[in-house]
């Protein structure tokens, strides 16, 4: 079993809907990244929180320490947000297999 | 400002060869870290350097890997020799060190190892 664990593994959404990705995990963590990479390969980090909730843009991240678990939100999803979001930990550098992603248009 | 940049993006060689993967970490930034994703896994942390030094080695599979960062600039991934499951993508990432571990970290581009 993964320490950090993401739900769904596969997310088809239509342009403008609501999405959310969840990550529990099972260790103590200093800090919680969201990655998001790309077709092509490139990793972006998205957020790095370790308590409470962060926005940037359309993207919304949040933890909750106690239950162990956070989530990522996009608001009014489009197809250039296609990508595989990846929940990862800090404590001893733990990654989720990730979310892969696709907005129809 | 420039992004932490990797070399090469992408390497192709035979069972038994050598490899030399190198990272170019953002400007100023002690920290250096390296991660590897095999194909359907997820990413791995590998080691983590601080300035020059091995502040982590822990996630090296074995010591076939070699990883140096001599004058704590630029760091060096060895694999030698190479062989068949260390195909996959090879990130670095690096972070500024203001006394907390877990500061912000920016990845590289990846380079792709594919080893037959």
């Known amino acids: 079993k993964n320490e950090v664990e993401q739900s769904p593994q596969n997310l088809t959404a239509q342009e403008g809907e609501f999405i959310t990705i969840n990550c529990s995990y099972s260790v103590g963590i200093s800090a919680l990244h969201w990655l998001q990479q790309h077709p092509g390969g490139g990793i972006v980090s998205l957020f790095m929180l370790s308590s409470g909730k962060k926005k940037h843009g359309r993207l919304i991240a949040t933890i909750n320490i106690q239950e162990k678990h956070s989530s990522l939100h996009i608001t009014a999803s489009h197809p250039r947000d296609s990508a595989v979001y990846i929940c990862a930990v800090w404590s001893q550098f733990y990654f989720g297999t990730g979310t892969s992603l696709t907005v129809i248009p | 400002e420039a992004g932490v940049t990797q070399f090469p993006s992408h390497s192709v060689i035979e069972k038994g060869q050598t490899v030399t993967l190198r990272c170019d970490p953002i400007?100023?930034?002690?920290?250096l870290y390296w991660y590897r994703r095999v194909m359907g896994k997820e990413i791995k942390f590998l080691l983590h350097f601080v300035k020059e030094s091995k502040q982590d080695e822990s996630g090296m599979p074995n010591n076939r890997f070699l990883a140096e960062r001599t004058g704590g600039t630029y760091s060096t991934l060895k694999v030698q020799p190479a062989e068949l499951e260390d195909s996959g993508v090879y990130f670095c990432?690096?972070?500024?060190?203001?006394?907390?571990?877990?500061?912000?970290?920016?990845f590289g581009p990846g380079t792709r190892l594919t080893v037959t």
């Open positions: 400007s100023g930034h002690d920290n």
């Open positions: 990432a690096s972070s500024q060190a203001v006394g907390v571990r877990s500061y912000e970290q920016y």
